[in-house]
């Protein structure tokens, strides 16, 4: 008999001060959550996604758009091949034109041998767990690319946790420090309000704090909003003032 898993929230049940971090993320970076857009073609929101891995938001536009301006549709783009597809990438800019240029590729290759079409519109009539699977089933789509396109792309509840949710999970000790990005993700999934507007708001605000003020180095505790609840916070004070 195959062994049961507990819920990871079951292991690790959500600290308490876990409703007050998101209400005050909320209040300082997005009081009004947008109202969630669906996107006319999923596939363009993946292939986006694709080229915001290790890239910064400004060139991830830039090489997208240098894509459409070089391919008309993305049948287009699978019959020029990898070649012309780096090509186009190196044109608008940015770093690792190769790998994303055949993770594009055979992204498009396929879908287009599985589905007949290089197109994702028929995710938006789909549950929550098959549009993961379909999407986890792709080349170069893991977790945390799936979720970003569920949650960006088809207003589906999903939980991406990038280096800063990561990085400020750890800090504010809500997750034991070992887990990974995918088991915090696993985790966010199961204790937050299953909401898609909850977890977009969380997800932005968290990320939009890690910018500002949770930096990887030299974090600005003396000005954040939550080092009365932060147990780091008194580690990162004490070594600045041993600094200044």
Same mark, same amino acid.
């Given at each position: 008999m195959a062994r049961s898993?507990? =819920?990871l929230s079951a292991q690790h049940s959500a600290p308490p001060q876990l409703p007050e971090v998101a209400r005050r993320l909320r209040e300082r970076y997005l009081p009004h959550a947008p109202a969630p857009e669906i996107s006319r073609e999923p596939l363009d929101g993946l292939i986006e996604t694709i080229l915001s891995q290790q890239n910064v938001?400004?060139?991830?536009?830039?090489? +997208?758009? !240098?894509? @459409? %301006?070089?391919?008309?549709?993305?049948?287009?783009?699978? #019959?020029? !091949?990898p070649d012309g597809i780096e090509a186009a990438l190196r044109a608008a800019g940015g770093g690792l034109? &190769?790998? @994303?240029?055949?993770?594009?590729?055979?992204?498009? $290759?396929?879908? #287009?041998? #599985?589905? !007949?079409?290089?197109?994702?519109?028929?995710?938006?009539?789909?549950?929550?767990? %098959?549009? &993961?699977?379909?999407?986890e089933s792709l080349p170069g789509v893991g977790p945390k690319t799936?979720?970003?396109v569920m949650l960006f792309n088809l207003a589906r509840p999903a939980m =991406?946790?990038?280096? $800063?949710?990561?990085?400020?999970?750890?800090?504010?000790?809500l997750v034991p420090f070992k887990w990974n990005a995918v088991k915090i993700? &696993?985790? +966010?999934?199961?204790?937050? =309000?299953?909401t898609w507007a909850e977890r977009y708001t969380f997800h932005v605000s968290m990320i939009? $704090? !890690? #910018?500002?003020?949770?930096?990887?180095?030299r974090p600005l505790c003396a000005a954040c909003l939550l080092n009365d609840v932060c147990p780091s916070a008194g580690v990162f004070l004490h070594r600045a003032e041993g600094e200044g």
């Open positions: 898993v507990l =819920p938001a400004v060139m991830t536009r830039r090489q +997208f758009a !240098g894509l @459409k %301006a070089v391919y008309r549709t993305w049948e287009d783009a699978l #019959q020029d !091949g034109a &190769r790998s @994303k240029a055949d993770y594009i590729w055979n992204l498009l $290759h396929r879908l #287009q041998e #599985q589905r !007949g079409e290089l197109s994702l519109r028929d995710l938006r009539g789909q549950s929550d767990e %098959a549009v &993961r699977t379909l999407l799936a979720s970003c =991406p946790v990038d280096t $800063h949710i990561e990085r400020i999970a750890r800090r504010l000790e993700e &696993r985790w +966010f999934s199961e204790v937050l =309000p299953p939009r $704090h !890690g #910018q500002q003020v949770c930096r990887s180095q």
